[in-house]
């Protein structure tokens, strides 16, 4: 039970869930319980609300279970009716609610700038503070002795997804009621249950696919939206291409980075030759957190998963010469430091891989990705697990399809340019369908956008108190690191 939950047991609020719904279904402002207290966030004393949203977890199924969506709502005493911006978290499956310092920051930065309304964040079905939370128990571990291989990790991830498969079907969850139809339909429920006839969007990865996904359903209901790093309704699995699309206009930089002086004329080449120095394998020592050195043994699949990985973060590709090059001289020490964290275990939480699998992707989809793969060096890395996994979830569902999305609500889209996972393309393809979107590409930046997160969020928070885009704030400029 979260801490939500039990603060509203305790206060007699709401009973305890008995896991079966009524007859009928009650409307949504009945099936909702809330408390106000202050928290202090930063410097100031913010009143909150806090609250849950008892929905059904399979609302095609009559009789389903009621779960609990726990949400926190930070309160603007000047609102004065103003739509409120509801926070869409990535993912799928990143809890918001653990760590509120972020948020607190936010909403001020927003006040400051002449916004209104309150900022309400929604836990996603199925993780953190929601109940149930679908983790999955014990760590998912791979062996030091043998390198990371594409069979390996598909193999240890099956067996794992499936034990946790079984456990929550022995609880009665019903896993075909995590997917993206249902976030919809709990963010629309919650702004129903709360009174408000519109509401503001912001939402990150992930969170802009479920974002585009609102406006599909009801985009009456919605002011205005704030979308970055966008995912479309078939990018949830990514293309290999996207990946070699970075590293050559990384290796474009690196050819005219005065810091690296000349040494990477010719980065894609580079990391192909040390990409062929891991094969064979070769065995190198690792120092664990616990002190101890122990060897592992590395191939070319750990180079590039770790890679592939790593390249959502705008730190990593600013070193990315410099790694690779100190792997050309024989030193693997950064990459033996990630792989031995993958080896020795994650956790998975089996909301993500139900809501990634029942989203899928289109047979023309799944047929790029294959033929890319073919000819990309790191295209073997690239969701090859949930690809694998959701070929056996027992949730899927139909692929991606229907109609492109329209609507005349007027759009801010955001767009790192070096980002593999979410490159602009993916917004080019959707501007067709958005009369009034705005896209901003920024430079230099990957998934993270790095150091243009200020730059970004004083775009977001401006467009979403006023609707006005100004021109981002000077960048600072992208280079290399480790060689200045």
């Known amino acids: 039970m979260g801490i939500i939950s039990r603060c509203l047991l305790i206060c007699g609020l709401v009973p305890a869930l008995s896991g079966a719904a009524p007859p ?72 918001i609610l653990k760590d509120l310092e972020p948020f607190g920051a936010a909403f001020q930065a927003y006040q400051r700038i002449g916004g209104r309304g309150d900022l309400v964040l929604v836990e996603q ?17 791979r062996p030091f002795d043998q390198p990371l291989t594409a069979a390996l990790m598909a193999a240890s991830h099956d067996a794992y997804v499936a034990s946790c498969i079984r456990l929550w079907q022995r609880q009665g969850v019903d896993l075909a009621g995590y997917d993206l139809a249902a976030l919809v339909a709990d963010i629309d429920e919650l702004r129903q249950a709360l009174g408000f006839a519109r509401i503001k969007l912001f939402g990150e990865s992930f969170g802009a696919l479920h974002g585009l996904a609102l406006l599909q359903r009801d ?36 050819r005219s980075d005065p810091g690296l ?29 616990d002190g101890r050195t122990r060897p592992i043994v590395l191939g070319q699949y750990d ?22 090059l100190a792997m050309q001289a024989g030193d693997f020490g950064w990459l033996a430091q990630w792989s031995a964290r993958v080896r020795q275990g994650q956790s998975l939480n089996l909301m993500s891989l139900a809501v990634t699998c029942a989203l899928g ?40 399809g229907g109609s492109p999305i329209k609507t005349a609500v007027p ?62 704030r000077p960048l600072p400029g992208f280079g290399f690191r480790g060689f200045r």
Do not use: W
């Open 303 to 324: 180079l590039q998963l770790a890679t592939v990985t790593l390249l959502r973060n705008t730190a990593f590709l600013e070193a990315l010469p410099e790694l690779y």
């Open 219 to 254: 985009d009456k209901a919605i002011e205005r939206a704030a979308l970055a790093a966008v995912i479309g309704p078939d990018d949830m699995f990514e293309l290999p291409a996207a990946i070699d699309r970075e590293l050559a206009l990384l290796g474009r930089l690196a």
């Open 361 to 400: 992707a289109s047979p023309a989809r799944r047929a790029l990705i294959k033929r890319q793969s073919a000819t990309s060096p790191f295209g073997p890395a690239v969701d090859l697990l949930s690809a694998h996994a959701c070929d056996r979830f027992p949730a899927s569902a139909a692929p991606p």
């Open 411 to 472: 759009l801010l889209l955001l767009s790192g340019e070096l980002d593999p996972r979410a490159p602009p393309g993916n917004v080019e393809q959707l501007l067709p369908g958005l009369a009034r979107a705005r896209h901003i590409v920024l430079p230099g930046v990957s998934h993270d956008f790095g150091g243009a997160r200020d730059a970004q969020l004083e775009l977001v928070y401006r467009f979403l108190a006023d609707g006005e885009i100004g021109a981002p």
């Open 261 to 289: 002086a000349g040494q990477v004329p010719d980065l894609p080449a580079l990391m192909q030759s040390v990409l062929a120095k891991l094969d064979p394998p070769r065995t190198v020592p690792v120092h664990l957190p």
């Open 24 to 95: 009928s279904l009650a409307p949504p402002a009945e099936r909702l319980v809330r408390a106000t207290d202050a928290q202090r966030l930063g410097t100031e004393l913010i009143k909150l609300e806090r609250g849950v949203l008892r929905v059904p977890e399979n609302r095609a199924k009559p009789g389903s279970a009621m779960i609990e969506l726990p949400y926190l709502r930070l309160l603007d005493a000047k609102a004065n009716g103003a739509a409120p911006i509801f926070y869409l978290a990535g993912g799928p499956g990143q809890p």
């Open 125 to 141: 079905r199925g993780v953190g503070q929601a109940r149930p939370a679908l983790n999955c128990p014990g760590n998912l571990a």
